[in-house]
């Protein structure tokens, strides 16, 4: 993946679960894989929000990790009615 993600938009889980990183555990382990460009935001919808922010139309945003990772996300696309 690293050689296919230009930008990386992380976030912690709302939950309250151990089953996911924090945030900045992420952002420290991808600098150790020399991950210039990333942004820690507070959760994994306000990553999503700051990604839809800086991406141009040709870009595309992957969300990957569990159930967890992606719930806020679909609930929120389907609220603003856009095509997931």
């Known amino acids: 993946m690293l050689s296919q993600v230009d930008q990386w938009f992380i976030g912690s889980l709302d939950q309250d679960t151990t089953r996911g990183a924090k945030a900045e555990d992420l952002k420290k382990y991808l600098a ?7 942004y820690n935001c507070s959760n994994m919808l306000m990553a999503y929000k700051a990604a839809l922010e800086k991406c141009a139309t040709w870009d595309r945003i992957i969300i990957f990790g569990s ?5 806020n996300i679909l609930k929120e696309e389907n609220k603003s009615g856009k095509q997931n």
């Open 67 to 71: 159930f967890y990772s992606v719930a």
């Open 32 to 38: 150790i894989f020399g991950v210039k460009l990333c």
